[in-house]
């Protein structure tokens, strides 16, 4: 199993950018597709971006769309999200979660199966 840990959260103004890093260890990162899911108080866990094993393929949930981009550096074993023109709606508990297999518009949260602990993002309005 990959132990993931997340980093560069924090409180923004709306319109700002900040960019979240995922740095994993234990097995061979590039055997994992990875991705970017959110929870914010009182709602559902949702997918915000997942990537291929070789950082190839990207798939976006339609709430962050030509705003956020996922990318991956497999010789650092680290996965990012730069988040661009945020606003109060993104604010959550970022989570980095690694899949065995990468399923682009058909993944769901639970095809996740190693979950970092999480970063806080909020955006002031």
């Known amino acids: 199993q990959v132990q993931l840990v997340e980093s560069g959260g924090g409180l923004v103004q709306a319109g700002s950018s900040l960019r979240l890093s995922c740095a994993a260890s234990g097995r061979t990162f590039n055997s994992y597709a990875m991705g970017w899911l959110r929870q914010a108080p009182g709602k559902e866990r949702e997918l915000v971006a997942t990537i291929n094993r070789s950082g190839g393929s990207t798939y976006y949930g339609d709430p962050v769309k030509g705003r956020f981009t996922i990318s991956r550096d497999n010789a650092k074993n680290t996965v990012y999200l730069q988040m661009n023109s945020l606003k109060p709606e993104d604010t959550a508990v970022y989570y980095c979660?690694?899949?065995?297999?990468?399923?682009?518009?058909?993944?769901?949260?639970?095809?996740?199966?190693?979950w970092g602990q999480g970063t806080q993002v909020t955006v002031s309005s």
């Open positions: 979660a690694a899949d065995l297999i990468y399923r682009g518009r058909t993944t769901t949260v639970a095809d996740f199966g190693s």
